[in-house]
């Protein structure tokens, strides 16, 4: 499932999503193709907080979220139209 996640950050379409949740567990707030803006549950010790990143390649979608998989259902019926 992770060489797919993988290989879906790569599409030319491919935008992060308000909602969709990343495999290290961040809530994406905000985001585009070459940025995200979301949030880690816990403390800042445990590595929680804040993220905000234009690093994107670090990060890959969790599949098995039902808001990531919302947000990739939407995405596909849209590339499916542009193509």
């Known amino acids: 499932m992770t060489d797919l996640a993988r290989h ?3 599409l030319p379409c491919w935008e992060w ?3 969709m949740l990343t495999r290290c567990g961040v809530r994406v ?13 816990g403390s800042s010790k445990s590595g929680g907080g804040w993220v905000d990143t234009i690093k994107v390649d670090d990060f890959v979608p969790d599949l098995t979220d039902a808001a ?3 947000c990739r259902e939407l995405f ?3 590339s499916t139209k542009l193509y």
């Open 76 to 78: 596909e019926e849209t």
């Open 29 to 41: 707030l905000e985001g585009g193709a070459d940025y995200l803006i979301g949030h880690r549950p």
């Open 68 to 70: 990531t998989q919302g």
């Open 17 to 19: 999503m308000p909602g």
């Open 8 to 10: 879906i950050t790569t």
